[in-house]
């Protein structure tokens, strides 16, 4: 016989797949992915749990006076002030949704389809801005509205990307108008 001809007699099948092994290692793999996920859930409620000492949210009076400015867009979440990565997650804050904005001399009113509303009396709105994140969201610099609040003691950064962003400067402006005008009048009493 010819030297090839020894080789290939010698020669075997290709393995078949070892279906036990692969099928292992794809089971393993979804309970190491269940596992993360639980542990990220569980760290969700742990963060919620933290937080339990920030009173419920108000809610819209019944009669909030003309509307000043209204908007449609997403609500990307509140942090602590100035601290940008600290998510609130109590009361619902930390869900992501969509959001109808409505500004009026009583305040902000936030309607959130799928998600808690809340509103921010027109006393507890400190602040508003222009900014390029908020927690797990950012984007090209001025693409955020971010409203800062008092509630309770602590002071939220609150943030909103409209449907047209060019609305925001108005937001911004008519907004800290408002703080203007409510601190004069606080002063003057």
């Not at 001809?5 to 099948?13: D, G, T």
């Not at 108000?58 to 997403?74: F, I, K, N, Q």
């Not at 609130?88 to 804050?93: E, S």
């Amino acid at each position: 016989m010819t030297p090839v001809l020894l080789l290939a007699a010698e020669k075997e099948s290709a393995q078949v797949t070892d279906w036990a092994a692969r099928i292992g290692w794809v089971v393993g793999l979804a309970l190491f992915v269940a596992l993360v996920y639980w542990l990220m859930r569980e760290g969700w409620k742990w963060r919620g749990t933290l937080q339990g000492d920030l009173p419920e949210l108000p809610v819209a009076p019944d009669e909030t006076g003309p509307e000043r400015l209204t908007m449609s867009g997403r609500y990307h979440g509140s942090t602590t002030a100035g601290q940008w990565l600290d998510r609130i997650v109590a009361h619902g804050l930390g869900t992501r949704s969509r959001a109808e904005l409505t500004l009026t001399d009583a305040g902000l009113d936030v309607v959130r389809p799928g998600a808690s509303d809340f509103f921010v009396p027109a006393a507890q709105l400190r602040e508003a801005r222009l900014d390029k994140g908020i927690a797990g969201k950012v984007l090209t610099e001025g693409g955020l509205l971010v409203v800062t609040w008092e509630h309770g003691d602590k002071l939220i950064d609150s943030g909103f990307r409209s449907d047209h962003a060019a609305e925001h400067n108005e937001w911004v402006d008519t907004i800290n108008s408002m703080i203007e005008t409510n601190s004069r009048e606080g002063a003057e009493r």
